[in-house]
Every structure is written in structure tokens, then in C-alpha cells.
């Protein structure tokens, strides 16, 4: 038994009732290394993964790794400074600046056992895009993409509605999100490359992955966990609130059943988008702050509010673990896991109110 | 406009609101003391002597982030004729301009323990940010692209001095259009609210590009692609607003600011089409104009432009602003 207390908080979060979980496993968090005196280390991320009980989290890391000398470098930290029954997987990154990363080299570094994961932010230029698809086919990679078009998503705050009207926010149009699955997927037919789409938040372009789907490509998409709980009605009720500054930014309520469904269906899974986002990058402006959410602890026992654990399961872990080409997890007995999360409980109420403590088993 | 509260009648009438950060957050109460209290400051502020003791010993901090003329003085003269002492900042020669963040700036500011701040910035929400930061009342004099509730509160109030309505009467009856670069425009958001309010009907059109989609879905209007629409259908409207195009925040959506002109100015020609169907139809503009573009010089000069009448009326409805959140903080 592994007694874990957040090295981050001092939350006296009251949790009772029991679950047993496969580990789970997060295709997309975010991490800086070295981290800022004031940003998550990538022990800070380790602890809270275990905590939320994550037992396979692929890291995004900034800054990117593009060859070898950085994936050794970040692997050594990620070693050195992580915690036992936690694997942290680093994403290379498919496009250094606007140059192809060195994909092939980066890869060398990386133990063979360790899946191979591409991470492709959004991008202008889709014949780079096309070779670092390429790419990563050639080395038997997965690609975790963030679909949107760079200059429609730029600066957008909220997505394009009645609520980004009304509030005077920045916005981008579904079609920011849509015309990017619908590129990626077009160069997954020409390049036979595996894509992940991470972070869909519109109804358009789960539309879109589902047709992919449907043709037999090889594609596959998550949700981030907050888009799951909140939609833009919270930008209504916590006016300009940099905590609800997200990236892709928050789903209309129309979006956000979709999303609900589709994971109920089994057509997406369940990515996290964990980013700690400092103090000082969250007391700006709302079209300054730094988009992101601290979710590695709030995932399981917010959406266990949204879905049964049947659900979860699978969404959280069998089939992240299947794209990653992994075993899932071994069972993790969670000896209190709170059940009544209120949905705005996962962004506001983890943070100064006291101390988290859960008790993990693992087998 | 009638219902004028004198000095001597300024009872403990209440706003609802600490802040005047957006006109949603207003009731219609609210939009009716402001109106009769600014009424009563704008006969002050046609005497002799325009100044009143109401709020001598009060401070009132002006926080300008963002260019401003007609704004900055008129709150300026507002607090002044109160008698209230100004601490006034602007970003320039700041040290906002040295990398200070919005939030420091208003922690320095809220050291020097002001009563009211006035705070015009670029980002939507910066009056809710510095609301829960700062003790004293926040008074949005413009947010990004969100809101300008006291130029939409001077807008209505210039309105119901020329048609001579009272302050129950409101807008009733009467119809306005506002032209121009509506997505953009935290002018047009607050008058979007605030004349509904009050009872007129608000017709907006402009360029495809700065007519978001979602429009009609988030405010009580009707939207039009075509400026002669907008005007002259259904027996034209009472009054024009015309906003300018924001060259400083994008791209003009037209060719040329002739071509602009031509397709949605109010040309001396359109306004004696609206003339001709309505002979006492007014014309408002927020400032600055911008003659030849949106709005024609014969027009902006023209006895119905209430454009003046607009930067005149401005300081009375400031004035009320500052007294009436004074009082609701038990300053005044």
C-alpha cells in the first residue's frame, strides 16, 4: 500500500466509497522541463498522476523534443525524478519550429520497449504535416495531433456563439477544429500514418472522426476530461475567470453532450490535457492568461459524476492502453475516491482549500 | 426629459450593483435613477458655478490603459465638479509600459486607497478582474470588445432629452439603428442592452465580417446586411448610431475607406432618404468620427447630429455614476 499526499495542496476534501480500477492511462498532459521555480516538476506530476491514479501518462514537454540529445535528456529526468508505478512516456515532437524533427534520432534514445508516440501541435504548413506523418509511419509511431487551424484558433478565448457574443470574448469558429480532422484525416489516407486526435471539443468534427471511422482509416480521438464536465455556460457564471482559459477553449452545451455520448459510445476516449499553469500566468487577462487545467487528480472522481465506471474503464484505460500498444495498467484499488465532485469542483476546488489525501493499493 | 432628481430629492434611492462594470448587470431601475440623476447633475452643470460638495474628500482613480479623449475628461470633469481629488494613470510612460501586469498595477493603485475607479483596457472583463482585487467601486469606461455602459447610458439619455421623454417613458415607441463594425464594439454591446431596455427596438447592420453570426441569438436585435434596409424599411428608424470602423484592432473589411463610404456611410444622401420618411430623425456617434468614412461632414454637422449633445450629456450621466456608487458604498 502506497499512502500519497499531495505535495501541492493542503485540502481536507472529505472522500468516501471505494473503486477498483485498471491503472489508468493519459494519452496528453503537459509538462515543462526543467520546470520554473514556480511550475509542477516532473515529480509534482508523477505524485498527482498516482494520485488520480494514472499509471501510463504520455507527456507533451516544452520544450519539444526533437532529437536525441533531448530525448535523453528528458528521459533521465522523467527517470530520475519520477515516482515508482508511474510511467511517463515523452512525446517527440513531429515539427522543430517549421523544420521535420529529427523523429528517427529522438526515437534511438528512447528505450525500444517504450511506445513511440509523435506529438503534432497545430501547424500552418500541412506539406511538413504530410512528412512528419510519413515519418512517424516509417517508424511505427502513433501521432497525437491537437486538430485546429492555427490562424482561425489563434487568441480564441471561446468558441464562436452566443456567449463569446455577448461576453466580447475572442472566438473561433467550429470550423478552426473541423478543417483540421478534415486535412490530418485526408493525409492519414495518403500516408497510412495512425493519428490520434486529442482535445475534439465540437460536434462537427466528432462528426468527422466518426466518418474516418467508418471508412476504415486509422485514426482514433480523445476529450479532454474538461470538456466533459464544463461547457461555455461556464464562462457565463464565472465571468472572464482565467481558470476557465482552456485549450481548445470550452465546448458550447450542444457540443458537450455530443462529446458525453460519444465517449458513452465508444468512439472516443478520455485524455486529461493536464497543464499546470502557474500563479503568475493566471493573473492576466483573460486573453493573456496561459490556457490550461489541472486534471491528473480530478478526472476520475469528477467524470464518475458523468459515467458509469464500466465506461470510465474503458475511456480512462483498456483503450488508451490498446493505441499505445501497451498492457493496460495493473488494477488499482482505490481505498477512498470521492464520488459527489460538483462538475466546476474539478477546476476550482483542488487548488488552496486544504489537503488532498488518497490511499492507493496497488496490485 | 422629465423626473429630474434635484439635489435637495437625492434620497436613498440604491443601486443594485457595487460596480457599473457591464449594462447586464443593471435593472431597469437602476437605468431609470441613473437617467433622473443625471438629469438633475446636467441642470448643475448648466449654472455658473457647476460645481457641488457631494463627494469632497473622495477619491476617484482614473486607470486608462487604452487611447481615450471624450472618455478620460469627461469623467475627469465628472469627479471634479463633485469635488471628489483624481489620481489619474494611463498606460504610456507607465509602468505598464516597463512589463507590470493589470493586476499589480491595480494593487500599487489600490494602495493609495481609492473610493471609485474608473478603468478602460483592452481585454473584455478587466473591470472583473480589477472588482475582485479592489475595495473601492469599478466603473467600466470601455473593456475590450465587451461592454461601454456609460456611453450607452449618455447615448439613451441624449435620446430622451431631444425627444423630450420622461424617464418611465423611456424609448418606447422608437426605433435605432446602429451601423457599422457591431462585432467589435463595446459600444454597440452596451446599447444593444440598454436601449431594448428601455423599450426601443434596435436594428443593427455593417459588414458581413463585423456581424458575428451569433448576434440576434445574444441580444434583442434585428439584423441587417444592408445599411438602406436597416434605415429606411418599415418607415425608417428615429435615430442612426454610427460606430467607426477599429482600424487599430483589424483589417477594414472593404476596399477602401471610399468603397466603405459608399456601402455603409451615412452619406448626406442616405440621411435625406431617412430625412425625407422621418424629418426628425437624430444622428449619434460614440467619437471619434471619422468624416468621409462612416459618417459624411455635412451629416456630422447637420442641426439633427447629436453628437455634442452626446460629450455634453456624458458628464451629467458620469456624475450620477459616481455619486449614486458612492452612496451604495456609504461615501456620499
Known amino acids: ?363 | 426629459m422629465s423626473d429630474a432628481r434635484s439635489l435637495d430629492d437625492m434620497g436613498p434611492e440604491r443601486l443594485s450593483v457595487r460596480h457599473l462594470r457591464a449594462i447586464e448587470e443593471l435593472t431597469r431601475p437602476d437605468v431609470d435613477l441613473l437617467l433622473s440623476t443625471a438629469l438633475g447633475f446636467s441642470e448643475v452643470n448648466a449654472r455658473a458655478l457647476k460645481k457641488v460638495p457631494t463627494l469632497r474628500g473622495r477619491t476617484v482613480a482614473l486607470m486608462f490603459f487604452e487611447n481615450s479623449t471624450r472618455t478620460r475628461l469627461s469623467f475627469e470633469l465628472a469627479a471634479k465638479r463633485l469635488s471628489a481629488d483624481t489620481l489619474s494613470f494611463s498606460a504610456t510612460g507607465s509602468s505598464v509600459a516597463k512589463g507590470e501586469t493589470l493586476l499589480d498595477t491595480a494593487r500599487n493603485i489600490e494602495a493609495m486607497r481609492p473610493d471609485m475607479v474608473v478603468v478602460r483596457h483592452a481585454s473584455s472583463g478587466a473591470p472583473y478582474m480589477l472588482s475582485r482585487v479592489m475595495s473601492g467601486a469599478i466603473i467600466n469606461a470601455g473593456d475590450g470588445q465587451h461592454e461601454h455602459p456609460t456611453q450607452a447610458l449618455l447615448d439613451a439619455f441624449t435620446l430622451m432629452v431631444r425627444w423630450q421623454r420622461s424617464v418611465a417613458e423611456g424609448l418606447q415607441g422608437k426605433t435605432i439603428a446602429i451601423v457599422g463594425d457591431i462585432g467589435r464594439s463595446r459600444v454597440a454591446r452596451s446599447n444593444m442592452l440598454l436601449l431594448p431596455m428601455l423599450g426601443a427596438k434596435v436594428r443593427v447592420a455593417g459588414p458581413a465580417p463585423m456581424l458575428p453570426a451569433a448576434l440576434s441569438q445574444s441580444f434583442p436585435v434585428e439584423v441587417f446586411a444592408d445599411v438602406d434596409d436597416a434605415l429606411l424599411s418599415g418607415g425608417g428608424v428615429d435615430a442612426v448610431m454610427m460606430l467607426r470602423i477599429q482600424k487599430e484592432r483589424s483589417q477594414s473589411p472593404m476596399g477602401s475607406d471610399a468603397d466603405y463610404a459608399h456601402a455603409f456611410g451615412l452619406t448626406g444622401e442616405r440621411f435625406a432618404k431617412l430625412r425625407r420618411m422621418k424629418p426628425d430623425a437624430v444622428v449619434l456617434h460614440p467619437g471619434p468620427i471619422n468624416r468621409g468614412v462612416e459618417i459624411a461632414s455635412e451629416v456630422a454637422d447637420d442641426a439633427a447630429s447629436l453628437i455634442l449633445a452626446q460629450t455634453e450629456n456624458g458628464i451629467a450621466i458620469r456624475m450620477a455614476t459616481l455619486y449614486l456608487l458612492a452612496l451604495q458604498a456609504g461615501h456620499a
Not at chain 1, 466528432?206 to 476504415?216: C, I, K, P, Y
Not at chain 1, 467524470?303 to 498492457?327: H, N, Y
Not at chain 1, 465532485?341 to 483542488?350: I, R, V
Open chain 1, 1 to 363: 500500500m502506497t499512502t500519497m499526499a499531495s505535495e501541492l495542496d493542503d485540502d481536507e476534501t472529505t472522500i468516501t466509497a471505494g473503486a477498483r480500477f485498471p491503472g489508468l492511462v493519459d494519452m496528453h498532459c503537459h509538462l515543462r522541463l526543467p520546470p520554473r521555480p514556480d511550475e509542477q516538476s516532473e515529480r509534482g506530476l508523477a505524485a498527482e498522476a498516482h494520485v488520480g491514479g494514472f499509471r501510463v501518462v504520455v507527456v507533451h514537454i516544452t520544450p519539444a523534443i526533437v532529437d536525441r540529445i533531448s530525448m535523453t535528456s528528458a528521459q533521465q529526468a522523467l527517470q530520475h525524478h519520477g515516482i515508482e508505478g508511474v510511467t511517463l512516456l515523452a512525446a517527440v515532437d513531429g515539427i522543430a519550429g517549421d523544420e521535420l524533427a529529427d523523429i528517427a534520432s529522438a526515437f534511438g534514445a528512447a528505450p525500444p520497449s517504450m511506445p513511440r508516440v509523435v506529438r503534432l501541435p497545430p501547424h500552418k504548413d500541412t506539406v511538413l504535416v504530410r512528412r512528419v506523418l510519413e515519418t512517424a509511419r516509417a517508424c511505427d509511431a502513433l501521432v497525437i495531433a491537437e486538430p485546429l487551424d492555427v490562424t482561425m484558433a489563434e487568441g480564441a478565448v471561446a468558441f464562436e456563439g452566443p456567449i463569446a457574443t455577448r461576453l466580447g470574448l475572442a472566438a473561433m469558429p467550429d470550423a478552426a477544429e473541423s478543417i483540421a480532422v478534415a486535412t490530418l484525416t485526408e493525409l492519414v489516407r495518403v500516408t497510412g500514418a495512425r493519428v490520434h486526435f486529442a482535445g475534439i471539443a465540437t460536434g462537427r468534427g466528432l462528426a468527422l472522426v466518426e466518418t474516418a471511422l467508418s471508412e476504415g482509416l486509422d485514426v482514433s480521438a480523445s476529450v479532454h476530461a474538461t470538456h466533459l464536465l464544463l461547457d461555455d455556460t461556464a464562462l457565463l457564471a464565472h465571468r472572464y475567470d482565467t481558470r476557465l482559459r482552456l485549450h481548445p477553449p470550452l465546448p458550447r452545451a450542444s457540443d458537450r453532450s455530443m462529446l458525453v455520448e460519444a465517449v458513452r459510445r465508444g468512439i472516443v476516449t478520455i485524455s486529461t490535457g493536464h497543464r499546470w499553469v502557474p500563479q503568475r500566468e493566471r493573473d492576466l487577462e483573460i486573453d493573456k492568461a496561459t490556457p490550461g487545467a489541472r486534471m491528473l487528480m480530478a478526472t476520475l472522481p469528477a467524470l464518475r459524476t458523468v459515467f458509469d465506471d464500466s465506461v470510465l474503464q474503458e475511456a480512462l484505460s483498456l483503450r488508451p492502453a490498446a493505441l499505445l500498444g501497451i498492457v493496460p495498467p495493473a488494477p488499482v484499488t482505490f481505498s477512498d475516491v470521492p464520488v459527489s465532485f460538483a462538475a466546476t469542483e474539478a477546476l476550482f476546488g483542488l487548488r488552496g482549500r486544504g489537503r488532498l489525501i488518497q490511499r492507493i493499493d496497488d496490485e
